[in-house]
């Protein structure tokens, strides 16, 4: 069953954003935005968003957003927001204008600064008839672990800090949020249903896991619970990135 991003409960698989329904979100972790572009476009059919991160936004700008946009793909922009409501709103507005259908904030900017992201989102959406984009919001870095969090003072178990950040976004109005494979099922239980999980750290077993981890399969992945895949190398690093693109969309979509 098929659903779209926006509005709907997910009760079913996967939602869809741009022209085509995948949910498979190709992060674009490429050093041009050239490159970027040939590989947007040769996988397109079998990936329903791009994700455009710090480094290739910070070197090619918002004017790569709007050339992917003009492909008809949709965009998450992961620049993860954490500053004053104010100024996160604003930042928020300005990817609203830029027409990005996703963007992410740090959930340990609280929940005045989430709740005035969301507004943003809406108000700015509203204002454009526009749909506002999916503010996503990321709990603790997969790249912190207790010792990390101990630095910082206050908690140090890294699942309840993840637990307790995740129902801070929800309260705080996000309707979606980062997690790894690991916090899908767990993330599922206690949140309202309604809340899309984003998943990285998705291998298939054919590639290597990299730098990952914790993965998970992108069947297993949607199996616990997952709205949409982000998949980066085991796309663009692969021999073949169109065959990659279509096996990965096939095995999350249960057409393998
Ligand atoms: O190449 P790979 O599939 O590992 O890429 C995963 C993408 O998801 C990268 O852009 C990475 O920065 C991002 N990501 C992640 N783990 C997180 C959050 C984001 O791998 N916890």
Redo the contacts with the bound molecule.
């Keep these: 069953m098929r659903r779209a991003l926006f509005g709907s409960p997910p009760t079913g698989r996967h939602g869809s954003i741009g022209a085509v329904s995948s949910p498979i979100i190709v ?1 674009l ?1 490429l050093p041009s935005g050239s490159a970027a572009l040939d590989l947007a476009t040769r996988v397109a059919p079998h990936v329903g968003a791009f ?1 455009v ?1 710090k480094e290739l936004f910070v070197s090619e700008g918002p004017e790569l957003v709007r050339r992917l946009r003009q492909t008809g793909a949709a965009v998450f922009l ?1 620049l993860k927001f954490h500053d004053i409501p104010n100024t996160v709103a604003k930042a928020v507005a300005a990817a609203v204008r830029l027409d990005v259908q996703m963007l992410t904030v740090h959930g340990s900017g609280g929940s005045a600064m989430m709740r005035a992201a969301e507004t943003a989102a809406q108000e700015t959406a509203a204002a454009l008839g526009r749909t506002p984009p999916l503010v996503l919001g ?1 709990t603790v ?3 912190m672990d207790s010792a990390a969090l101990s630095e910082l003072g206050g908690e140090t178990d890294v699942t309840r800090q993840v637990e307790r950040l995740a129902r801070l976004a929800a309260s705080s109005g996000l309707r979606g949020l ?1 997690c ?1 494979p690991l916090e899908i099922m767990p993330l599922r239980a206690m949140l309202p249903p309604s809340v899309q999980l984003v998943t ?4 298939t077993g054919a590639e290597r896991s ?3 981890k914790r993965t998970l399969g992108p069947a297993e992945a949607m199996a616990a619970g997952a709205s949409w895949l ?8 692969a021999a073949d990135p169109v065959e990659s693109a279509r096996r990965i969309h096939a095995l999350a979509t249960g057409g393998a």
Aim: no cysteine; glycine share 12%; charged share 25%.
């Design positions: 992060a972790d994700k991160g992961d990321v870095l997969t790249s980062v790894s990285p750290g998705i291998r990299d730098d990952q982000v998949v980066g190398r085991p796309i663009y690093a």
